[in-house]
Nanobody, 124 residues
């Protein structure tokens, strides 16, 4: 199992940017598919973005395509979520997850490990 710690959340005005980081410790980081998820108040957790272990393959939910970019630095055991052109509807607690399979991260939304979450608030 891998331990995950998110950082980088905060309060930003609409149109602004934030970069979230998720630092991992434990097993070999490059073995993991990594995902970002978010949960807004009163709503279910939703998938946001995923990246393969090599970093070659990525996937995004439609609502963030063209605005968010997921990346990873395997030498630093860290995955990032660069968020641009933020909207009030992006307000949520953002979580990172680590899993062994693409399906587990993207389809089943059931990574083996979760971070504690970081709050992102976008004001209008």
């Amino acid at each position: 199992q891998v331990q995950l710690v998110e950082s980088g959340g905060g309060l930003v005005q609409a149109g602004g940017s934030l970069r979230l980081s998720c630092a991992a410790s434990g097993r070999t980081f490059s073995n993991y598919v990594m995902g970002w998820y978010r949960q807004a108040p009163g709503k279910e957790r939703e998938f946001v973005a995923a990246i393969s272990g090599s970093g070659i393959t990525t996937k995004y939910v439609d609502s963030v395509k063209g605005r968010f970019t997921i990346s990873r630095d395997n030498a630093k055991n860290t995955v990032y979520l660069q968020m641009e052109s933020l909207k009030p509807e992006d307000t949520a607690v953002y979580y990172c997850g680590a899993g062994d399979t693409w399906a587990g991260i993207v389809i089943r939304m059931n990574p083996g490990s979760w971070g504690q979450g970081t709050q992102v608030t976008v004001s209008s």
